[in-house]
């Protein structure tokens, strides 16, 4: 086989984004907003989030930085609320998002468990997000690592929660995969010494990703092709 492990990016990769999260963040929008156009709009620059169409650009920051630096950055507008706070919020609120599967995720991650493979999620989402969303899905005990931001390895696109999961695995990194629909996703797994795997369920096309990825696939279940050969 290619690879003994395989770490997974959350959004945009085990979730498709913009099923799961362009309606979502319309709605976080309306309630922090209140009613007031001005800090809608506001929040919604910050975001670079359309809301007329109600769907994230490509460019924007919530695709790969971390919870903590959108929650920082979306505080610049919100008056009376601290970076700290609209985390709390996004992170309580997130339980309310409608997650949509990129593909059947039990049978698929089962069928790579049974290959020998280990798993991971590493995102630049919180810890608590991440297992929250990961048992929502019904997913969570597939995992032999899950991190977030900030769980105490840093955030992509720095390599270091990669080489976290390759030491938790017992997976030398030239052995492990990191699949991510960012260039974030890519450049951390590239200077981790993986291979590097990009999915199109994300907002990043193909000619994207394709500079900093050794495949790029549809999305997850092509995996499983890839490895047959």
């Known amino acids: 086989m290619p690879v003994d492990a395989i770490l997974f990016d959350k959004d945009g990769t085990l979730f498709d984004f913009g099923a799961t999260w362009n309606g979502w963040a319309g709605r976080v929008i309306a309630d922090l907003a209140r009613g007031d156009t001005g800090l809608a709009e506001a929040l919604a620059e910050v975001l670079d989030y359309d809301l007329d169409a109600a769907v ?25 609320m601290t970076g700290p706070q609209v985390e709390r919020y996004l992170e309580q609120h997130s339980a309310d998002a409608a997650l949509s599967p990129a593909v059947p995720l039990p049978a698929f991650l089962d069928g790579l468990a049974g290959r020998g493979i280990a798993l991971g999620v590493m995102t630049n989402d919180s810890e608590y997000s991440a297992t929250s969303q990961l048992t929502g899905a019904g997913v969570l005990d597939r995992f032999a690592f899950v991190a977030g931001y900030d769980s105490g390895f840093g955030a992509k696109p720095a390599p270091e929660p990669l080489l976290a999961f390759c030491e938790a695995v017992d997976v030398l990194p030239g052995r492990a995969a990191m699949v991510g629909d960012s260039t974030h996703d890519l450049i951390a797994g590239r200077a981790a010494g993986m291979v590097t795997i990009g999915v199109l369920t994300g907002l990043a096309g193909a000619g994207e990703l394709a500079p900093f990825a050794d495949y790029v696939l549809p999305n997850i279940g092509h995996i499983e092709g890839w490895i047959a050969g």
């Not at 994230?56 to 009376?80: C, K, Q, W, Y």
């Open 56 to 80: 994230f650009r490509p460019t924007s920051m919530a695709i790969a930085e971390s919870n903590g630096d959108i929650a920082h950055s979306m505080s610049l507008v919100l008056p009376g």
